[in-house]
């Protein structure tokens, strides 16, 4: 017998409200907003990219680029081939439209053929770099594998560790956020942090071998640059120490604010480096450390011991403390 609490209940129509007033008050805010940003002239009349869409391309690209790992189970190697070519093919025709989507709103409806064509070429460039990519993920899991001794195999890396799939989104996003197509490489970004807690900006650069532990609360800004074999562990900022304003006091966008991290280093959880400074190549920055400064390769820092020599000096290194 069915419970009557499991019957769905739904209220007569207009009993509790005024559907009217209710649509009404909403189009005076959206004329609100659009009068107050100058938006009625929307140049996208067919709409803004597709989270859900983008989100389902993403799933297929990841498919493609380990079909035995990451794509659907009936995938085997008699035919993965197949499934790669079929999979791109619709993948990639589903990305293009979204591109197409982003550009007709930044370049305007009202010139479709230079839409279609710089949709095509972003496209295009994107496709002949997955093979690129794909080899440069390998090194990210087989990076991932070699620092975490809790990991049994590489296929447990990639099929298991947010970081994996933080770091596939980032490099796919960056890709397409250098190509021209920065919405779409956002709305990726966000799907990525959305699952893994790991945000990490798709305009930030990140060199092979790169390896984040554990990784929730993991923030990478937009202008910071990665170099080769960095770690990083949990709730991690490589963040701007301020935000430069104009004349008129809107925030500049574009300049460079996010730290340099040099090749082999490691950042342990908590860590905050803000501002435009670089952490030397091989340096170790220990847990929850805030730093704002730059140090020199080979450093060793830990909060207990990291301290100022004077106003305007740097922070001192110490040599061979423990971070962990």
Not at 68 to 87: C, I, K, Y
Not at 199 to 211: K, L, Q, R, T, Y
Not at 236 to 252: C, K
């Amino acid at each position: 017998m069915t419970d009557a609490y499991d019957e769905p209940i739904e209220a007569p129509a207009g009993h509790y409200w005024d559907i009217d007033l209710i649509a009404s008050e909403l189009r005076n805010a959206r004329e609100d907003w659009r009068n107050a940003h100058k938006r009625h002239a929307e140049h996208g009349a067919a709409g803004f990219p597709s989270r859900h869409v983008v989100d389902k391309i993403m799933v297929a690209l990841c498919g493609a680029l380990f079909p035995l790992r990451l794509g659907p189970s009936f995938v085997r190697q008699h035919n993965e081939e197949a499934f790669v070519a079929e999979t791109l093919q619709t993948a990639l025709s589903r990305l293009y439209g979204q591109i197409r989507l982003e550009l007709g709103y930044a370049i305007g409806a009202t010139s479709p053929e230079l839409v279609d064509g710089e949709a095509g070429r972003i496209i295009g460039h994107f496709a002949h770099e997955l093979p690129r990519l794909r080899r440069l993920i390998d090194t990210d899991v087989e990076a991932a594998y070699a620092s975490d001794p809790a990991a049994r195999s590489v296929d447990e890396v990639l099929i298991c560790y947010p970081c994996v799939l933080a770091i596939v989104h980032h490099r796919l996003a960056h890709l397409l956020h250098g190509l021209g197509a920065p919405l779409v490489a956002r709305i990726i970004s966000e799907i990525a942090n959305s699952r893994t807690g790991i945000d990490i900006h798709p305009g930030a650069s990140i060199g092979e071998s790169f390896f984040i532990d554990h990784g929730t609360g993991v923030v990478i800004g937009e202008t910071a640059i990665i170099g080769r074999r960095v770690q990083l562990y949990q709730a991690v900022t490589l963040g701007a120490r301020s935000f430069p304003a104009d004349a008129d006091g809107a925030i500049r966008r574009g300049i460079a604010r996010h730290p340099v991290v040099e090749d082999d280093v490691v950042i342990y959880a908590g860590a905050t480096i803000l501002g435009r400074v670089t952490i030397g190549a091989g340096s170790t920055i220990g847990g929850n450390v805030w730093l704002t400064t730059s140090v020199p390769p080979g450093s060793v820092l830990s909060q207990a011991r990291a301290y100022r020599a004077t106003a305007s000096a740097l922070l001192e290194p110490m040599g061979g403390e423990d971070v962990a």
